[in-house]
């Protein structure tokens, strides 16, 4: 089945290739979705310095606002108004940017040193600050945003996101964890975008939290969203099951040649095509994981912790965990327990593992502080896991 989507997926990719009206047609240069749209298209041309040479006072300013040299170099703005520039910072700083923030913020994007700070970005940053209170280093992550019109795009996008999402602190988390999507226009993007999802029979509540999950469906093609619910549907979810919206989160998330490569190298450990769609309709973020990261974490089950693929596999969300932030260190508070003798009765490993971090921490850290300090080390990641002993493993019965 994940092969016939795959094939699927080539054939489509090979059909949008092939201009509807001819080479050199309006049909083959215009993207269907808006929110392609460069922001030179904002720009005025008469900002951007025609000499594809770096201007050597821009850079030289940028580098002064921290921006690597390297970086600065690459930059097609040419900063004329040095006290302009110098004022487009402090404006920054007022409204509470730290120097590394004040410093993404310009490398991001140079052009706003041009930009008058008074007239153009200050009551940006009101809206976006003071009246939504978004904290400095969302705008940092995506200062582009700034370059858009406060009344004719910005507002807009906040009061249709508000309306779909419900509530102010649901607007916030979503619009933090995504700034790119305030890129996105109301009535080409996000609007089309939500109707799409109500033609494939998503109800309001569905939409609404699928938005909260992943902002940035906002800024899907509308043929690729039809693609996502149809490779869905094949794998046999619906969508009323509770993983569906994460399932399709993961599915718009990846490329088609990303996912054909996840899917093989799973398979190359041995898991079957049946087993692998079952993990994935359970804890579709597995699939998120970087290819080198799965690897990594195949081998750290097998080799280090002698465990069977198939049992890991069972309970995939361990396979959706960081490693290194949350995996290890658990091991690791184990390790120190079994060795002290302080576990009673064997614990289930792999629930371990992935278990509220509140939970763990209260029945195998706080609980043990004072007589073992160590697990309070291991659980910030401060005692290195080696692996389990011999003895160890003979404990947790692995």
């Not at 092969?3 to 309006?26: F, T, V």
């Not at 979705?33 to 050597?56: E, F, M």
């Not at 902002?215 to 690729?224: A, D, H, I, Q, T």
């Not at 609980?367 to 404990?395: C, M, S």
């Amino acid at each position: 089945m994940l092969a016939s989507i795959c094939r699927r997926r080539r054939l489509l990719l090979a059909l949008r290739q092939i201009p509807a009206g001819g080479e050199g047609s309006a049909a083959s240069r215009i993207h269907p979705n808006a929110s392609t749209v460069r922001l030179s298209h904002v720009y005025s041309l008469t900002d951007v310095a025609p000499n594809p040479k770096p201007c050597p006072t821009t850079v030289s300013y940028l580098v002064s606002c921290g921006v690597s040299p390297a970086a600065a170099a690459v930059r097609k703005v040419r900063i004329r108004d040095t006290d302009k520039a110098d004022a487009v910072c402090a404006l920054l700083r007022e409204y509470g940017f730290s120097e590394a923030e004040v410093t993404r913020t310009v490398g991001n994007d140079p052009m706003l040193l041009t930009f008058d700070p008074d007239r153009i970005l200050r009551p940006k940053l009101d809206f976006i600050i003071h009246s939504l209170g978004f904290p400095p280093r969302m705008i940092a992550a995506e200062p582009h945003i700034l370059a858009r019109s406060l009344d004719k795009h910005l507002v807009p996008c906040i009061d249709f996101l508000r309306g779909i999402l419900g509530t102010e602190d649901k607007l916030r988390l979503a619009v933090s964890r995504i700034p790119r999507a305030l890129m996105a226009d109301v009535d080409n993007c996000m609007r089309p975008v939500v109707e799409g999802f109500r033609r494939h029979g998503l109800p309001e509540e569905s939409i609404s939290k699928l938005l909260f999950i992943h902002l940035g469906v906002v800024l899907m093609p509308l043929n690729r969203i039809a693609e996502a619910f149809e490779d869905l549907k094949e794998l046999g979810m619906c969508s009323k099951e509770t993983n569906f919206l994460y399932a399709f989160r993961v599915m718009c998330s990846l490329k088609k040649e990303t996912w054909r490569r996840k899917v093989a190298l799973y398979q190359s450990f041995g898991v079957s095509e049946d087993v692998l769609i079952r993990a994935f309709k359970t804890q579709p973020t597995m699939l998120l994981a970087s290819e080198e990261a799965i690897k990594k974490k195949v081998r750290f089950f097998q080799d280090t912790l002698k465990l069977d693929l198939s049992r890991v596999i069972q309970q995939p969300m361990v396979l959706s965990v960081s490693l290194e932030n949350c995996v290890k260190p658990r091991c690791a508070v184990l390790s120190i327990l079994i060795r002290k003798g302080r576990l009673e009765r064997k614990p289930n490993l792999i629930p371990s593992l992935v278990t509220n971090a509140k939970i763990f921490a209260e029945r195998f850290v706080l609980k043990h502080a004072d007589d073992v300090p160590d697990v309070v080390k291991a659980f910030e990641g401060k005692i290195k896991f080696e692996g389990f002993t011999e003895q160890e493993l003979n404990f947790l019965n692995l």
